[in-house]
């Protein structure tokens, strides 16, 4: 099931570059992981990336911070607030209100590539990634989770195999990861979890590559994304160590 799974990521993953949280541009209106962001990749052409988080009522909306304040007028946690009271939170500096998973799906209706990150809080919840399959299970159209979480990715491989899974991931160095413990920080920094997250894809930190595992994987047939890419030069970089890219600021 694996072999085959990877064999199919490589088909969509690597056929489109992929617009992060959607083509935005805000000073056009059009802002991050929006239903206008998603139709400006769609009318592109583009494969689409998009995060993932769980409502207090176990929906899951497309929205990237764990908190409010930085896209909305509200404030708090997104965990605190259930799926319509999301949905009723209008995004700043644009004409769009936060979506479901359910409808962006209803929106992209299988046109191009959906790459969808699975935000973590590192807690070893498994409702989002339970809530995405859900969700997903129907849906005819290319697509894929991944998340920079290993047990995310491990529960999306015990849920549903068939599912084409990716890690999101970098040299996990950064202060970030210092909350995390010592164990956890260790599998980040050495890939050992591959065992049991058997990834079909890695999306790498374009600026950290070569990297001895991520090379190991490409080498084995696992197709590398790399992001984020913000001009053609960084892309022209990006392509000599991954397969595609992830992409914003510019037409890729």
Known sequence: MDRLAAGRAADFILARPIAHR??????????????????????HGYAIECDLQITKDGEAVVFHDETLERLTQAAGRVKDLTAAEM??????HSQDHVQTL??????????VPLIIELKSHWDGEE????????????????????????????????????????????????SYYDALPLAKQIELRTFSHVERTRPDFVS?????????????????????????????????????????????????
Not at 102 to 111: C, I, K, N, P
């Open 102 to 111: 359910a409808e962006l799906l209803e929106q992209v209706a299988g046109r």
């Open 22 to 43: 959607g083509l935005h541009d805000i000073a056009k209106g059009i802002v991050e992981n929006t239903s206008s962001a998603f139709q400006a990749a769609l009318d």
């Open 87 to 92: 949905k009723q939170l209008a995004i700043r």
């Open 127 to 174: 409702r989002l990634a339970a809530r995405a399959l859900e969700v997903l299970k129907d849906y005819p159209g290319p697509h894929a989770l991944m998340s920079f979480d290993p047990d995310a990715v491990a529960a999306v491989r015990r849920l549903s195999p068939q599912t084409i899974r990716g890690i999101v991931a970098e040299r996990a160095f950064d």
């Open 204 to 252: 790498f930190y374009f600026d950290e590559l070569p990297w001895a595992p991520v090379s190991a994987l490409r080498a084995s047939g696992k197709p590398v994304i790399t992001w984020t890419i913000r001009s053609p030069q960084q892309a022209w970089r990006a392509r000599r160590h991954s397969d595609q890219i992830t992409f914003e600021g510019f037409l890729a």
